[in-house]
T-cell receptor, first 111, second 112 residues
């Protein structure tokens, strides 16, 4: 898997947008960027993934830079329930399904 | 009802005991996975199965074994539990998109 680098933690005010960065400078041309989150001691939850173009779903938006060396997960209107550890993962194409979770970013949404 | 269930949710056992953790799913997925998570760390893959006849070792399979009894059931066994296997264990499933995985609620295992 391409190595990813995320900040250890970040705070966000409730109702504001949360922008979570991820660096993946060694990503290969056909590798996707995936985002998961884990609310305290619960099972991780898939959020979104993308290859080149920006992606949006009901949970979040994913912005991938043109050179694909970094991406940003955007939670448009953070709520207290968005407090979680967020993982940015870039699985290699020869290890489908073998997700490697790093330490992630602890996001705390405050009232 | 939950799509991916794990039993037991909590278990305390002693060193040397055999333990089985069970995972069931109603999503109809062919692929199932077992992960462990240690405090403050990310998840690590123990075993995975892409169909009933397929079993593969993950990153940290030593000391563990698995059984895929049916499409819906995937069990993880610790033949002789040791204290450093104390962790939170998660089961996950996926369909033909293996990187979109659905996780169970976890089993907290403590080995004394």
């Amino acid at each position: 898997d391409a190595k990813t680098t995320q900040p250890t933690s970040m705070d966000c005010a409730e109702g504001r947008a949360a922008n979570l960065p991820c660096n993946h400078s060694t990503i290969s041309g056909n590798e996707y960027v995936y985002w998961y989150r884990q609310i305290h001691s619960q099972g991780p939850q898939y959020i979104i993934h993308g290859l080149k173009n920006n992606e949006t779903n009901e949970m979040a938006s994913l912005i991938i830079t043109e050179d694909r060396k970094s991406s940003t997960l955007i939670l448009p209107h953070a709520t207290l329930r968005d407090t979680a550890v967020y993982y940015c993962i870039v699985p290699s194409t020869d290890s489908w399904g073998k997700l490697q979770f790093g330490a992630g970013t602890q996001v705390v949404v405050t009232p | 009802d939950a799509d991916v269930t794990q039993t037991p949710r909590n278990r305390i056992t002693k060193t040397g005991k055999r333990i089985m953790l069970e995972c069931s799913q109603t999503k109809g997925h062919d692929r199932m996975y077992w992960y462990r998570q240690d405090p403050g760390l990310g998840l690590r893959l123990i075993y995975y199965s892409f169909d009933v006849k397929d079993i593969n070792k993950g990153e940290i399979s030593d000391g563990y074994s698995v059984s895929r009894q049916a499409q819906a059931k995937f069990s993880l066994s610790l033949e002789s539990a040791i204290p450093n296997q104390t962790a939170l264990y998660f089961c996950a499933t996926s369909d033909e998109l293996p990187n979109e995985q659905f996780f169970g609620p976890g089993t907290r295992l403590t080995v004394l």
